[in-house]
């Protein structure tokens, strides 16, 4: 008897979520408090956790595994405005310049762990990430355009859901698909607890940028002294 995955998250991951967004460098977004070099990190880190899970997602859907098969939504995926967006940030070669955080390496390595050893929790992940971005991108692209001075679109592609004509109307379809995984309540149970340690892992992502953030303030007071 499926059951009720989706509500099990929201409900279970609240305060994960209300962590990560009082870390320092969510609370400074938030507020506007953003520059490019810290931002082109954040998203550099992001790649490698896209690609990660993408790769893993394909692949286990092209096996036609049951549950992840069934969250494959390509119109999600990331890969490939994140590479549009390093391309502006780094240049051409930018492949060549990109490197990976430790607190994201440690994130890109239990995904392809997970992947290879209980699949089925790459569906906390797959939560975790995608419908944040879809939930608060239009907000966030705002406040990153408008703290980084940019004007048209080029560097905020990770925000672009262009396959994705109702935000609303895809939130409750995947709901739904949630609600319709063929999961026990045990297998259910892992799930949010996945979920939850990938909050952990994008607020340590967040903590290592922090320090990038105090940096630039810290310059930023002192040109004014």
Request: proline content about 2%.
């Amino acid at each position: 008897m499926p059951v009720a995955l989706a509500t099990q998250l929201r409900e279970g991951t609240k305060k994960s979520h209300t962590m990560a967004e009082n870390t320092g460098f969510v609370s400074c977004f938030l507020k506007g408090v953003v520059d490019k070099s810290t931002y082109r990190k954040l998203i550099a880190d992001l790649y490698f956790v896209y690609s990660a899970m993408e790769d893993e997602i394909t692949r286990l859907s092209n096996e036609g595994h049951p549950v992840i098969s069934s969250i494959g939504f390509k119109e999600l995926f990331r890969r490939k405005t994140l590479q549009q967006d390093l391309k502006f940030y780094f240049g051409e070669n930018w492949e060549s310049v990109l490197q990976i955080s430790s607190s994201a390496k440690v994130y890109e390595d239990r995904i392809r762990y997970i992947a290879k050893t209980s699949p089925e929790l790459l569906v906390g992940h797959h939560y975790t990430r995608y419908i944040g971005d879809l939930s608060g991108g239009q907000i966030l692209r705002r406040i990153a355009q408008k703290a980084m001075n940019i004007t048209g679109q080029n560097g905020l592609k990770f925000y672009d859901f262009d396959e994705i004509n109702d935000e609303k109307e895809f939130k409750l379809m995947y709901r739904k698909t949630l609600n319709l995984l063929p999961i026990n309540q045990e297998t259910a149970d892992s799930i949010v607890n996945e979920a939850n340690l990938a909050f952990k892992y994008n607020m340590d992502m967040f903590k290592e940028l922090e320090g990038n953030l105090i940096a630039v303030i810290g310059k930023l007071l002192f040109s004014f002294l």
